[in-house]
């Protein structure tokens, strides 16, 4: 049977309630931009383009609606009009127990949190945007949760996988030190909290672990290195510098002697540097304890500066990202940390040391590289420079009514303090850089 395509004979034909899917076929062939009523609480729109729409228009809470079922055509993709008749039908009935089912159609297309990897999306986001230093928790995630529960469902992770996450840090870390162990159980906590805040669980399964389940108690460190153990460590770096290359050697060079944060070095650009006069302004952005402070650089420190910039090639930064990152354009946050551990014979991640012991073999002590913060504070009393300008010079900021007062930045004392750490370095060099 042939239908008339003449829109006013179409529109006729429904009001007749002689409707089938060749009256909207021939309907939508007409081309024609309306908004036709099918039958009670259902349109059918056609758009400018010429697509056709079925609408549910409704009123709830005595305020008119109207709502997209879907667009008409064939199944799987589309709608035909049983379907939305069908679809008609569910949503009367959400109206007529007082929901209304525009919203409750949003709702279901923001409920996208299925897995633990949904979540941990959502919920870094919210965290790093106000946090100083929002690698931390991404780096924790991405090495330590995701490879053990990322893709598992929200609502059926247990108690024990929390523990086979706190066991895989363990395992993989080998650490003396509990701290990552105890950190990742502290993301743990805040990774379900936002679960439970945002209705999607009703239990943080990491809420009853505590730090004895993880890393246990933390002590402490007070490594710091002397003179002789800085000879005979910078020794070793250069003599596998296959394994610990020039510029992780330069960048504990650096370390040593400015006394920095190792993630204030690692992620230095060179825009924070005036060669000329010898100075890293670095700005409180940067700074882990958010305080500003320029640093006085002494005359070898811009010789290695000098040689970095060389080795950076175009790169805005002095350490560069040695592989592909879309994150950031410089070095990882583990890179120092596994040259120096690989030394110590110590596992980095899955890999074993490609060097064994040579550090504990030559007489050296276990350390990481935050301890050379320390041996720089250490060596500066050493070298009796007043306590005042020796806590300026690795950025620590009293706390209280003195730290508040006292706002002498000591630069002159801070240039000559850095310049004699500074020889003291060079001398236990010379033989090597000759």
């Given amino acids: 049977m042939t239908v008339s395509t003449n829109y006013s004979d179409l529109i006729q034909k429904i009001k007749a309630g002689k409707l089938n ?143 086979s996450v706190l066991k895989h840090v363990k395992e993989r870390k080998n650490t003396v030190r509990p701290t990552i162990a105890n950190d990742t159980l502290a993301y743990l906590k805040q990774l379900f909290d936002h679960g439970v805040t945002l209705g999607l669980i009703h239990h943080n399964p990491a809420i009853s672990f505590k730090t004895k389940h993880a890393g246990g108690p933390e002590k402490s460190r007070d490594r710091a290195l002397s003179l002789d153990e800085l000879k005979i460590t910078f020794h070793v770096m250069q003599e596998h510098q296959a394994h610990f290359i020039r510029e992780n050697y330069l960048a504990v060079l650096l370390l040593t002697v400015l006394g920095v944060r190792k ?105 990481v590289i935050h301890d050379l913060r320390r041996t720089t504070r250490t060596l500066m009393s050493k070298n009796k420079v007043c306590a005042d300008v020796a806590e300026k010079c690795i950025n620590h900021v009293k706390k209280g009514v003195e730290g508040i007062y006292n706002r002498d930045a000591f630069f002159e004392e801070r240039i000559e303090a850095h310049q004699q750490l500074a020889e003291q370095v060079s001398q236990l060099i010379s033989h090597i850089e000759k």
Wanted: charged content about 30%.
């Fill in 21 to 163: 899917d060749a009256i909207i076929k021939a309907l939508l062939s007409t081309e024609k931009e309306s908004f036709t009523r099918i039958e009670r609480n259902l349109y059918f729109r056609i758009s400018a383009q010429g697509t056709g729409f079925w609408v549910y228009q409704y009123k709830i809470h005595n305020k008119p609606k109207r709502m997209t079922l879907g667009t008409y055509g064939k199944r799987p993709d589309r709608m035909p009009l049983s379907d939305a008749r069908d679809a008609l039908a569910e949503a009367r009935a959400q109206v007529n127990n007082g929901d209304d089912p525009l919203a409750e159609k949003k709702r279901t297309k923001q409920n996208k949190y299925k897995t633990v990897d949904d979540l941990a999306l959502d919920w870094l986001e919210e965290i790093t945007s106000s946090l100083q230093h929002p690698n931390i928790p991404i780096r924790i995630y991405q090495q330590e949760i995701k490879p053990c529960i990322g893709d598992i469902s929200l609502n059926s992770v247990t108690g024990l996988d929390i523990r």
């Fill in 263 to 367: 993630g204030e070095l690692i992620g230095l650009p060179w825009s924070e540097l005036d060669i000329s006069k010898a100075v890293w302004y670095l700005p409180k952005e940067r700074a882990k304890n958010g305080s500003a402070i320029d640093i006085p650089l002494p005359k070898q420190a811009l010789l290695w500066l000098e040689e970095l910039k060389i080795r950076a090639g175009n790169s805005s930064y002095v350490f560069p990202s040695r592989r592909a990152s879309k994150r950031r354009g410089y070095i990882s946050d583990d890179t120092l940390n596994h040259a120096l551990t690989n030394l110590f014979g110590r596992k980095t991640g899955k890999l074993e040391s490609s060097t064994g012991d040579v550090l504990g073999k030559a007489g050296i002590e276990y350390f």
